[in-house]
């Protein structure tokens, strides 16, 4: 539960609320950001920041009757079409489902990425999570976010983009059910109340039809957006709130370490004491 005293009023003031700013919110699969955090990036959305959602691969591997090139093809639009609900921008850096690996060439890849896109903010996987897809991708966009920054670092992608004058606010989103691998809780350094927007979330992941078949058949889930329901519900449970996302915070040197979302987010925004 919320400590009171850790909630923050509306008027918060931070140097970083006065701009417009560059979002990117970056993982695996498609749909993986529409469970997560679409939420929060929905309220950004909506206060005129540009958000950008990118996933490492098309889900080339999201289904059972399909080839990977079909259904790849069929999820990058579905991924592009839940974007622009909140008129973001989509990419896919076309990796391969269950083959994102930590090597010189994905740095390089996911470094352009971000040298690309030039966030002041960037969400992405956790750490831990229940599969290496996930695992990797928060790993190397964790080093590109540093990486990006210098200048010596080539990425030896076509037409690449300039250094980035700063390393960006890395926020880490929930792993599936708030879990590590050996199912201890994984605890939240704030919780985002997304309660004013969850319909918005819940029309970003219905995008995603031809998932609510795949996961029906490989996870036993049977309601694909009832369990985006349930999941932020129990968040809000823990905030207060009717619904939240939750997010930890890469503190550690050199990535900055102070709170942008508490300015941007008001009332909405509730660290927890962790
Ligand atoms: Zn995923």
Redesign the pocket.
């Known amino acids: 539960m919320v400590e009171r005293s850790h909630c923050l009023p509306d008027e918060s003031p931070s140097a970083v609320s006065r701009a417009a700013l560059r979002v990117l919110a970056i993982?695996?699969?498609p749909?993986?950001v529409e469970f997560q955090c679409a939420g929060t990036l929905a309220m950004l959305a909506r206060q005129g920041h540009t958000i950008m959602i990118a996933t490492m691969t098309p889900g080339d591997c999201g289904s059972r009757e399909l080839g990977p090139e079909e259904i790849a093809e069929v999820r990058r639009g579905e991924a592009r079409r839940a974007a622009e609900v909140i008129g973001a921008e989509y990419a896919c850096l076309e990796f391969s489902d269950l083959s994102i690996t930590i090597d010189n060439d994905a740095k390089r890849r996911v470094t352009e990425a971000i040298r690309r896109a030039r966030p002041d903010l960037v969400f992405t996987?956790p750490p831990v999570d229940y599969?290496d897809?996930?695992e990797a991708t928060s790993h190397l966009v964790r080093d590109a976010c540093f990486n990006a920054s210098c200048p010596n670092y080539a990425t030896r992608q076509w037409n690449p983009a300039p250094a980035t004058e700063k390393i960006p606010f890395l926020f880490y989103v929930d792993p599936i059910e708030g879990t590590d691998p050996w199912g201890c809780r994984v605890t939240p350094h704030f919780y985002v109340d997304i309660s004013d927007v969850f319909e918005t979330k819940r029309r970003m992941l219905a995008c995603h039809d031809s998932q609510r078949a795949w996961l029906r058949a490989q996870h036993g889930v049977d309601q694909y957006l009832d369990s985006q329901q349930r999941w932020s519900q129990q968040r809000g449970k823990e905030a207060g709130v009717a619904y939240a996302e939750a997010f930890r915070q890469h503190r550690g040197h050199p990535y900055p370490a102070d709170h942008p979302l508490a300015g941007l987010l008001g009332k909405r925004f509730r660290a927890t004491a962790s």
Request: proline content about 0%; charged content about 35%.
């Open positions: 993982h695996a699969h749909d993986d996987a599969m897809d996930h």
